[in-house]
C-alpha cells in the first residue's frame, strides 16, 4: 500500500490548508488513518487520527483549529487546517493501517511540508 500526501505549502499565520492523503496498491480494509508532524529538532506527533467508523481524535494543541475526515470510498484521509500558528510548521505525514488475516500493517505518507510565517 502506497501513501500519497499533497497540500502543503507556504501560509500566513491565520490562515488555512487542506492537507489531502490517498492510499493505492493492496487495501482490504484501511482502519485507522491519520496524520503525524514533526519540526526540526522535535520528536514525530500525533496530529489526529480517525477511525474507519469515523471516529476521531486530536492532538491538544490543535483542537478547534484542524479538522480530519475520509472518504473511504475513495481510500483518502484529509486534514482541513485553519487559524495555523508559527509553531505549527512541520513536515507532516500520513499513516493508515490495516489488518490482514492477523497481522497488522502500518503505512507511511512520504511528508509534506507545512510551513506558517509569522
Known amino acids: 500500500v502506497q501513501l500519497q500526501a499533497s497540500g502543503g505549502g507556504l501560509v500566513q499565520a491565520g490562515g488555512s490548508l487542506r492537507l489531502s492523503c490517498a492510499a493505492s496498491g493492496r487495501i482490504f480494509s484501511l482502519n485507522v488513518m491519520g496524520w503525524y508532524r514533526q519540526a526540526p529538532g522535535k520528536q514525530r506527533e500525533l496530529v489526529a487520527y480517525?477511525?474507519?467508523?469515523?471516529?476521531?481524535d486530536y492532538a491538544d494543541s490543535v483542537k478547534g483549529r484542524f479538522t480530519i475526515s475520509r472518504d473511504n470510498a475513495k481510500n483518502t484521509v484529509y486534514l482541513q487546517m485553519n487559524s495555523l500558528k508559527a509553531e505549527d510548521t512541520a513536515v507532516y505525514y500520513c499513516?493508515?493501517?490495516?489488518?490482514?488475516?492477523?497481522?497488522?500493517?502500518?503505512?507511511w505518507g512520504q511528508g509534506t511540508q507545512v510551513t506558517v510565517s509569522s
Open positions: 480517525i477511525t474507519s467508523g469515523g471516529s476521531t
Open positions: 499513516h493508515a493501517n490495516q489488518v490482514v488475516v492477523i497481522t497488522k500493517y502500518d503505512y
